[in-house]
């Protein structure tokens, strides 16, 4: 989680985006935003695995609450053109402007844990009237609707005719699975694999504390608080950054070397 710390004020804060797009796409989105508003455009990324919302909902929460204050759009939407609807979120001096399929509330949540004060958080629904196409909304819904929130500041959401207050329990969540534990077993399962093949289980850092080695999934395999602590090619389990057990590979692809692919169980054996 991020650490609480100061950040600067802005009625007009940054703009970032996220997307499975690859590309071009994302450039007509720019294109839309630069032409109402002079917002500093930044990439979140946008080879996010394609139409994984769950995956997507998972980076967002681990790269947003980074950010200083800003209007965040994320787009992976694959009920795209049916009756989803678009949804905006204030959390303090931040905004996410998302479909309405779980991207947003894992990310709310992050935020709202990542501020010493209860921030404002207000969800809203965004108006949508007749787009140009019913493929691609990020160009003619979400990035419309961005460029407005940064136009306007995020403290006007509530004044803006295309948004309509909504309860934010309504929104659709991503739920993240949590892992149980039996006596030293502890069954979790994977939520992402990163682009360095890493894999990214739900089961908590703290579960390797003073653990020098575990059983995953029948193999024992050495728990080190650094790649190098094995040789090149070697298997570990160590504590991502974000905070969470990885079964890896020094200088190799862990989903490989494990077998385990997002959405796998991963039953660890803890050797005390």
Known sequence: ??????????????????????SPYPAAMKGVILDRTD??????AHDLPRQDTRTAAFWLRETIPWFPPAVHLAVVDPGVGTDRRAVAIRVGDHAIVAPDNGLARPVVRRLRESVDNEPTITAFEIRVDD??????????????AAAEIHAAGVNA??????????????CVDSAFPTPTVDGTT?????L??????????????????????????????????????????AKLLTVGSHGYV??????GRGDDAFGLATGDPVQLSLDR
């Open 1 to 22: 989680m991020a650490t609480a710390r100061p950040k600067p004020a802005s009625d007009k804060p940054m703009l970032t985006l996220a997307s499975d797009f690859g």
């Open 39 to 44: 917002a500093q455009l930044v990439d979140i």
């Open 131 to 144: 787009p140009a196409s019913a493929t691609f909304h990020g160009r003619d819904v979400f990035a419309p």
């Open 157 to 170: 959401m509530v004044g803006l005719d295309r948004l309509s207050r909504i309860d934010l329990d309504s």
């Open 186 to 190: 502890i069954h979790g399962e994977v």
């Open 192 to 233: 992402v694999v990163d682009d360095f093949g890493n894999v990214i289980t739900n089961i908590p850092g703290p579960q390797l504390d003073d653990v020098a080695a575990a059983t995953v999934n029948g193999e024992s395999v050495p728990a080190v608080d650094t790649f190098d602590r094995v040789g090149r090619g």
């Open 246 to 251: 990885e079964c890896d590979v020094n200088q």
